[in-house]
């Protein structure tokens, strides 16, 4: 939050907050059968994404998510 000083009485606040700003994969281990032809592969992801209102609720949202807030306090 920045606080900008309006008049005597009066402050502006702005600010952001971010989520999963660094979003990215956590791959599970290749397969390591070496007479599969699949050798080195890797087919999936350890876990689900997790996102800010957690991954308990079902929400279908894990990418970022970026929120924008502004207040005037008097």
Same mark, same amino acid.
């Not at 059968?33 to 087919?43: E, N, P, Q």
């Given at each position: 939050?920045? !606080?900008f000083?309006?008049?005597?009485?009066?402050?502006?606040?702005?600010? $952001? !907050? $971010? /989520?999963?700003? =660094?979003?990215?994969?956590? /791959?599970? %281990?290749?397969?390591?059968?070496? #007479?599969?032809? %699949? /050798?080195?592969?890797i =087919?999936? #992801?350890?876990? #689900?994404? !997790?996102?800010?209102?957690? $991954?308990?609720?079902?929400?279908? =949202?894990?990418?970022?998510? =970026?929120? %924008?807030?502004?207040?005037?306090? /008097?």
């Amino acid at each position: 939050m920045k !606080t900008f000083k309006v008049s005597e009485r009066f402050n502006f606040a702005i600010g $952001a !907050t $971010a /989520f999963d700003i =660094l979003n990215h994969q956590n /791959f599970d %281990l290749p397969i390591n059968s070496v #007479t599969s032809g %699949l /050798f080195g592969s890797i =087919l999936s #992801t350890i876990g #689900t994404n !997790t996102n800010p209102y957690g $991954a308990f609720f079902g929400v279908p =949202l894990n990418g970022r998510i =970026l929120q %924008l807030n502004a207040k005037i306090n /008097f």
